[in-house]
């Protein structure tokens, strides 16, 4: 009697987690960055937290950060890869994160920062890229290129809203998100 059970628990454990992970794939907000070649002599990095730890998190926070608290409830998906390039895996590393702003460019998003400066010995390269609609913005993908040879690749999925970006960024003084408030108001005023 306990075998059947207890199949029956971990089949519908395993299908619940196959549901959740398919929720972060159907928003709006998700880019699936496919897999990265990991260097033989390099560090690799992933981070995938998904709408449940999320909220845990801003539980967590509502007490000493509600600012914070507030973001973290609309957040439904953070994805997080560092890739240590070296000569096995830089080519293909930097074909992909170009392929990617591509593909991101062609699907809608819009990429509001361009950093990069070829002539300047050890600079960065950035592009971030959002998915929004008038009110919130669904997604953000973050693409950097490292002067240490370091590749980094950030999706945020949820539904955040420039006042909560502006809040945070008011109270952990980060200017460009604390500026967010003033351009939602304008928005709002016209």
Do not use: C
Request: charged share 25%; glycine share 6%.
């Amino acid at each position: 009697m306990k075998l059947p059970f207890r199949s029956s628990l971990a089949a519908a454990t395993l299908s619940l987690a196959s549901l959740a992970s398919l929720s972060a794939a159907d928003e709006p907000g998700y880019f699936d960055f496919g897999k990265f070649a990991v260097g033989s002599d390099s560090k690799f990095v992933e981070v995938n937290l998904q709408s449940g730890l999320i909220k845990f998190a801003a539980k967590l926070a509502a007490s000493h950060e509600p600012d914070a608290a507030e973001l973290l409830k609309n957040i439904r998906h953070v994805r997080v890869n560092v890739v240590g390039l070296d000569a096995s895996n830089q080519a293909s590393t930097l074909a992909r994160m170009e392929s990617i702003r591509s593909d991101l460019e062609k699907k809608g998003w819009e990429k509001i920062v361009t950093a990069r400066d070829p002539k300047a010995k050890g600079s960065d390269d950035v592009a971030v890229f959002v998915k929004s609609t008038d009110e919130t913005i669904q997604g953000i993908v973050v693409t950097v290129v490292e002067h240490k040879g370091t590749a980094v690749f950030v999706n945020v999925v949820g539904n955040i809203r420039a006042e909560e970006l502006a809040k945070l960024g008011e109270k952990l003084d980060i200017k460009p998100l604390s500026k967010l408030k003033l351009n939602a108001k304008d928005a709002k005023q016209s």
